[in-house]
C-alpha cells in the first residue's frame, strides 16, 4: 500500500479558484485511515474476514477449503486472493 496511486479526478479550475467542473473515470476520494471511524474499520473487516488479525494475510485454512470445494465440484467456486494490507 506504500506504492497505492488510485485514479482521481481530474479538476476544472476557473481563475477565482472554484471548481467548474471534474474528468473522472473513478470517482473517488482519497482519505486517510484516521479519517475512518473505527466502527467502520471494524464492520468491514468483520464482513470480509472475521480472522483478519489472526493471518498472516491469507489463510492456509480457507485455501485449503477453497481447492477441495473447487477440485470436488470441477468448477471454481471459491477464490482465494491475498488479504489488502493491514489497517
Not at 486517510?32 to 471494524?42: F, S
Not at 494475510?57 to 489488502?84: E, H, M, N, T, Y
Amino acid at each position: 500500500m506504500r506504492d497505492y496511486h488510485p485514479f482521481v479526478a481530474s479538476k476544472v479550475v476557473a481563475a477565482d479558484g472554484s471548481v467548474i467542473g471534474q474528468f473522472h473515470r473513478e470517482r473517488r476520494t482519497v482519505v486517510k485511515m484516521d479519517q475512518i471511524p473505527r466502527v467502520l474499520v471494524q464492520a468491514v473487516v468483520s464482513a470480509e474476514d472475521k480472522d483478519f488479525y489472526k493471518h498472516p494475510g491469507f489463510s492456509f485454512l480457507a485455501l485449503a477449503r477453497a481447492a477441495a470445494v473447487d477440485a470436488i465440484s470441477g468448477k471454481k467456486r471459491l477464490g482465494a486472493r491475498p488479504s489488502r494490507s493491514r489497517w
